[in-house]
């Protein structure tokens, strides 16, 4: 009997039980290898993308898409004289829990950096919050993985902000929800080749690695978180 078609490779499948989400320091933040991203060595995230900081588990990144409707126009006579198609948006949500200054800035204050807008006040650790939305402009990566195996979606540009006030729940963690919508790449990011909003990044498979409670991940897997 023949065996299983090529393609049918287990080593393909990945079963997701952990992630985050990164922001580039700038638009033309380099992309980094994926497989090779350990939460537990900073290093491996490279000089240009630092965590937005620790995001809920009960509220998963999500991505969506808008738009995207085909119309066609008619005659008396004939169908289908003119076809056409809206523009599509790309948009992605996830809850931040970890409350730190650059999850503050980035969900209120516009910008990841101390010196943009003065909306943080590092001696009373306050973020001022605009009666108006206030977004970043930065790429952005959804990194998720298991079993030694990480994939993730690479936003060149997306803006970035909070989706209205934290929520507050008894017993639970509290969370700031975010949204983000991916842009067109900026002219000097097209001319680094990053001609779409959005991309995905396929898991690779290179050897064994310590899986995320310490134990070896197995034969044939790769770095994990």
Not at 3 to 8: F, P
Not at 21 to 29: D, N, Q, S, Y
Not at 146 to 174: H, N, T, V
């Amino acid at each position: 009997m023949a065996g299983l078609h090529a393609k049918y490779d287990a080593t393909t499948v990945v079963p997701v039980n952990y992630g985050t989400v990164l922001v580039g320091k700038k638009l033309t933040a380099a992309i980094p290898d994926v497989s090779k991203i350990n939460l537990k060595d900073a290093d491996t995230f490279g000089t240009d993308w630092t965590p937005v900081g620790l995001t809920s588990k009960e509220t998963l990144p999500a991505l969506s898409v808008e738009g995207g409707e085909t119309k066609t126009l008619d005659t008396w006579e004939l169908s289908s004289v003119d076809v056409s198609t809206t523009a599509q948006v790309l948009s992605f949500s996830f809850s931040v829990v970890g409350l730190t200054k650059e999850a503050l800035q980035a969900a209120y204050g516009g910008n990841i950096s101390d010196t943009v807008n003065n909306t943080y006040d590092a001696a009373k650790k306050l973020q001022w919050i605009s009666s108006e939305i206030v977004t970043v402009e930065a790429p952005v990566i959804i990194l998720a993985g298991g079993s030694g195996k990480q994939f993730a979606y690479f936003i060149p540009r997306a803006k970035l902000s909070a989706d209205g006030f934290g929520e507050i729940s008894d017993g639970q963690l509290y969370s700031i929800k975010m949204k983000g919508t991916a842009l067109a790449p900026s002219p000097e990011q097209s001319k680094a080749g990053y001609n779409h909003p959005i991309g995905f990044i396929h898991p690779e498979a290179k050897g064994q690695a310590a899986a995320p409670g310490g134990a070896p991940a197995g034969p044939g897997a790769g770095p994990v978180l």
